[in-house]
């Protein structure tokens, strides 16, 4: 089993940068694929990135490429979701969650979720 908390949400204006981790507990944290997903009030969650067990393939939607990176490091149980160029519709609560492949984009495909962390982007 695996308890996630994220951190690093806030307030930023468009065109700024947050840096979220997503901190895991236990010893089988490199065994999972890690993706980043979010909801904005009104909407389904919706997929953000994802990457592998071993940080070697990363995925992400559509609306976030070239913007976002997604990283992890298994020695500190720790992923991240470095946020550049942030824009208004980029405003929701994001979410880390640990599932079975990198290739997975359905939140239905993963199995451990965290509480969210608020990101905020002012126009």
């Known amino acids: 089993q695996v308890q996630l908390v994220e951190s690093g949400g806030g307030l930023v204006q468009a065109g700024g940068s947050l840096r979220l981790s997503c901190a895991a507990s236990?010893?089988?944290?490199?065994?999972?694929?890690m993706g980043w997903f979010r909801q904005a009030p009104g909407k389904e969650r919706e997929f953000v990135a994802s990457i592998s067990r071993s940080g070697s393939e990363t995925y992400y939607a559509n609306s976030v490429k070239g913007r976002f990176t997604i990283s992890r490091d298994n020695a500190k149980n720790t992923v991240y979701l470095q946020m550049n160029s942030l824009k208004p519709e980029d405003t929701a609560l994001y979410y880390c969650?640990?599932?079975?492949?990198?290739?997975?984009?359905?939140?239905?495909?993963?199995?451990?979720w965290g509480q969210g962390t608020q990101v905020t982007v002012s126009s």
């Open positions: 236990g010893r089988t944290f490199s065994s999972y694929a």
């Open positions: 969650a640990a599932g079975g492949s990198v290739y997975y984009s359905s939140p239905r495909r993963y199995d451990y």
